[in-house]
């Protein structure tokens, strides 16, 4: 299974970007997906978890009432909006297929992991 992740750049403070991700086979379908991310200096840490059939999301504090993931399961794709960014969100963005079919918050629950796609803001 692959994992490519895109949608990432540069933007000002209070943006917002879309980020997507799509697997290469539907053995993601009955798995949950999620969103890590990992900036500079720092270790990956969880951001957003959607069930297999996206009935139930999950996400860091950091983020609530700023970003939304949701899924497409006839595409095993998996997508982040984010809005009102701030500088601290600055990080490579990551994908991924859990183990089983709800998402949790440590990387080892998870399968398969997309590429990384940059996601900078600035203030």
């Known amino acids: 299974v692959q994992l490519q992740a895109s949608g990432g750049g540069l933007v000002q403070a209070g943006d917002s970007l879309r980020l997507s991700c799509v697997a290469s086979k539907r053995t993601s379908s009955n798995n949950g997906m999620a969103w890590f991310r990992q900036a500079p200096g720092k270790e990956r840490e969880f951001v957003a978890g959607v069930s297999w059939n996206g009935g139930g999301t999950i996400y860091e504090d950091s983020v609530k009432g700023r970003f939304t993931i949701s899924r497409d399961y006839g595409q095993s794709a998996v997508y982040l909006q984010m809005n009102s960014l701030k500088p601290e969100d600055t990080a490579v963005y990551y994908c991924?297929?859990?183990?089983?079919?709800?998402?949790?918050?440590?990387?080892?629950?998870?399968?398969?992991w997309g590429q990384g796609t940059l996601v900078t803001v600035s203030s």
């Open positions: 991924a297929t859990a183990r089983r079919a709800y998402p949790g918050r440590e990387a080892s629950e998870y399968a398969y």
